[in-house]
């Protein structure tokens, strides 16, 4: 079988849509770290459909920070790649061709700073996961200890970090007198753009005040909302990406029907009309940020711990379930909504019937290990910061109370039948520890986690109901598990 390749373009089913545009027509002027499935999934997506609209020199370049596989199986490609949406009842599939080039930043850091401060890159896109931020978790700022950040202080000119690529890259625009360009952040982190910018000035000013006077004054990172379930993809699914392509492609993604993209209105110079696509550019994200991080993200995380505790692979297996429909439904109509603001052109209770809907996407085969990795990073904002939010009012955090306990179920590394999973998480030697150390007494248990205050901050650990309800919670699941625990909370709850 022939590759996907610019070559076999012409030769594949006439329903799949091609790009309508010559890509090797059209300049780079974005600089996107993190190449993975959901950059291709979705802010690729948008930019593809861009260049269809109105063309312009808005190809990417892309920088993997880490690995080399992207690269290679996209380079041979001609870096282009189909993109598969599926929903329960339709497939639709369609061939990207915005990505222009894939540089591995390990292989050539000078290489990546270059392409970011080149006068042509006007867009710098980040999707690095929380972590990649080098972020310290209880300060906000940058994590000077930080065993990447430590090495880009010493070693400048072979950064390793994201953030130790985009300031040597600003850095090199500064000195040259190049406009900035808009840095933006995709992940999901709250005020992500003030996250990213804060990151990058502390750097900046480790190295270079001067430097970090500019950043602060000059470059933009606007704040964004992105949603878009982008399941890892399988060896199936490149079986099937073949069959209906009639050609092997290395590099398939697949992903729902529904994507979102919004962006606070604030660039730094030219930008594209990513408006054409369907962007939302609007004053201010925080409404669209907080629903998808507390709906979205948290009933997410919910149904990845219990489901996975439970014995459940996938999203839609667990959402099946009666009981855990039953407990979702409420986490989020009684328990995270109530801590959401409403706010002009955000339906929430349409918002949750669609949430529901998406979960129940069988075709999508989302994994929950996907999901549950790095949770040490994701449980605070999606789910210790609305808690809280409900324990200072005196509200009711019974469903919220249950996610943390199986969070803390999950990361002890086996579910209810005692078969061992991996803690795919920064801090997966802390919960080894605990798991060594203490007891299966529910109490200890919860004092030995809530210590790791880098999670759980100092003021949670000082609500005493909070600790025992946790108590509590836990006890349920190790006792009886998950499925009767979301059963029994979810029966308690007034219809």
Not at 22 to 47: D, I
Not at 99 to 122: G, K
Not at 308 to 317: I, M, N, Q, T, Y
Not at 448 to 474: H, I, Q
Request: hydrophobic share 45%.
């Amino acid at each position: 079988m022939r590759r996907l390749d610019a070559s076999s373009l012409s030769a594949l089913p006439a329903d799949i849509r091609r790009p309508a545009y010559k890509p090797n027509a059209h300049g780079v002027g974005v600089v996107h770290l993190g190449v993975g499935a959901f950059h291709r999934a979705h802010q690729a997506a948008y930019l593809d459909d861009v260049l269809a609209c109105e063309g312009g020199d808005w190809r990417i370049l892309g920088v993997s920070c880490r690995s080399v596989t992207a690269r290679d199986r996209l380079r041979e490609q001609n870096y282009l790649y189909s993109l598969a949406e599926l929903s329960s009842d339709s497939a639709h599939f369609r061939v990207i061709g915005s990505l222009a080039e894939v540089l591995v930043a390990p292989e050539d850091p000078d290489a990546v700073m270059t392409a970011l401060a080149r006068a042509s890159t006007h867009l710098v896109t980040v999707t690095v996961t929380e972590k990649g931020y080098c972020r310290n978790t209880r300060t906000g700022g940058l994590d000077l200890q930080h065993p990447d950040i430590v090495h880009d202080l010493a070693q400048s000119d072979r950064p390793r970090s994201a953030p130790g690529l985009l300031v040597q890259g600003l850095r090199r625009r500064w000195r040259r007198g190049i406009p900035p360009p808009t840095v933006i952040s995709c992940d999901n982190l709250p005020q992500n753009g003030q996250v990213l910018k804060r990151i990058l000035v502390e750097l900046a000013r480790a190295h270079e005040p001067a430097a970090a006077d500019w950043i602060e004054r000059a470059v933009h990172c606007p704040c964004t909302v992105v949603d878009r379930i982008v399941p890892a993809t399988t060896a199936k699914d490149l079986e099937s990406a073949a069959t209906t392509l009639g050609a092997l492609d290395q590099a398939a993604v697949k992903t729902e029907p529904f994507t979102q993209w919004v962006i606070e209105d604030r660039f730094s110079g030219p930008r594209p009309r990513l408006e054409m696509a369907g962007v939302q550019l609007v004053a201010d994200v925080r409404p669209f940020e907080l629903a998808k991080l507390r709906l979205l993200n948290g009933s997410h995380s919910a149904l990845a711990y219990l489901g996975r505790l439970a014995g459940f692979s996938f999203v839609h297996e667990v959402i099946a379930q009666p009981e855990f429909l039953a407990f979702v439904r409420h986490l989020m109509h009684a328990e995270l909504a109530p801590t959401l603001d409403p706010a002009s052109g955000l339906d929430l209770v349409g918002y949750q019937a669609a949430l529901l809907t998406r979960f129940g996407n069988s075709t999508l085969k989302h994994r929950l290990e996907q999901i549950a990795m790095d949770g040490s990073q994701k449980i605070p904002l999606r789910v210790l910061q609305p808690l809280l939010v409900r324990l200072r009012e005196g509200r009711s955090c019974e469903a919220l109370t249950l996610v943390v306990a199986g969070w803390m179920r999950y990361v002890l590394g086996s579910d209810e039948l005692g078969r061992p999973h991996d803690v795919d998480d920064p801090l997966a030697w802390k919960f080894a520890v605990i798991a060594a150390a203490a007891s299966r007494e529910p109490h200890d248990l919860v004092d030995r986690f809530l210590e790791l205050s880098e999670v759980f901050g100092d003021e949670l650990p000082g609500y005493v109901n909070f600790r025992e309800d946790l108590a509590k919670s836990l006890s349920m699941l190790l006792g009886v598990g998950a499925r009767t625990a979301v059963s029994t909370v979810a029966r308690r709850q007034p219809r």
